[in-house]
């Protein structure tokens, strides 16, 4: 999954029009123009995509979490710049306030049931022994989660329903 599509993704499951992405973004200092959030927001076969960096990507994160939560000690956070989906995990942990038992309930409403103890080691350090990276199918099944809680659950669970080909 790229930057891109996640933003997409995130879009649509918490509701979010492009004022309040733009403002978003403004929360830590970053100016953004409608055209700009657009070509971000487009899919890589139309005309005028552009890439959403990892820098991009967690600026809007930071924005995000400084809307749901504040400013810690009054600092407007630093932006990575380099995301992994472990990252993007925290980041909407803490943005949406969850502890493990709701990430757990989100991913179990993905049809993707997960253990305590693989979601623990998701979020360690990339040095600790029992790390394991979070996979692009974990990420976006949690945000499929977020859709099913937060959007209406018959019309997320239709038009995101996987249809296999053989």
Known sequence: ???????????????????????????VDEKVERDQLKNWLKKEEDSGYVICTDKTLATFLNGFIVHKRGKRNDETP?????????????????????????ILELLKLADFPLSKH????????????HYRECKDQILRNFIQGVLLKYR???????????????
């Open 1 to 27: 999954m790229n930057n891109n599509d996640i933003l997409r993704r995130l879009r649509y499951a918490l509701e979010l029009n492009d004022q309040t992405m733009i403002d978003l973004f403004a929360l």
């Open 78 to 102: 630093k932006a990575e710049s380099r995301l992994t989906n472990n990252i993007i995990l925290m980041k909407l942990k803490i943005a949406l306030n969850l502890k493990s038992d709701d």
């Open 118 to 129: 693989e979601l623990s080691a998701l979020f360690r350090r990339k040095d600790h022994q």
């Open 152 to 166: 209406n659950k018959q019309e997320a669970k239709k038009k995101f329903e996987w249809k296999w080909e053989k």
